[in-house]
């Protein structure tokens, strides 16, 4: 299957994904962030996404 796909770049050893999303409202700037949280010997990891 070959699909249609944004450029995208890559920063902070993979935690770091910067893109923009183009729709019928025009080009929108989008970030995703993995970062890593430890609570009480836990590990988590947060995905943040946004405009």
């Known amino acids: 299957m ?3 796909r944004y450029e ?3 920063r902070n050893n ?3 994904y910067e ?3 183009i729709g019928p ?3 929108i ?3 995703i962030r993995f970062s890593l ?3 009480d010997g836990v590990t988590y990891i947060n ?3 946004g405009d």
């Open 14 to 16: 993979f935690q770091y």
């Open 47 to 49: 995905l943040g996404f």
């Open 37 to 39: 949280r430890n609570i």
């Open 2 to 4: 070959n699909l249609e």
């Open 29 to 31: 700037k989008k970030i």
């Open 8 to 10: 995208y770049l890559v």
């Open 19 to 21: 893109f923009n999303s």
């Open 25 to 27: 409202k025009g080009t």
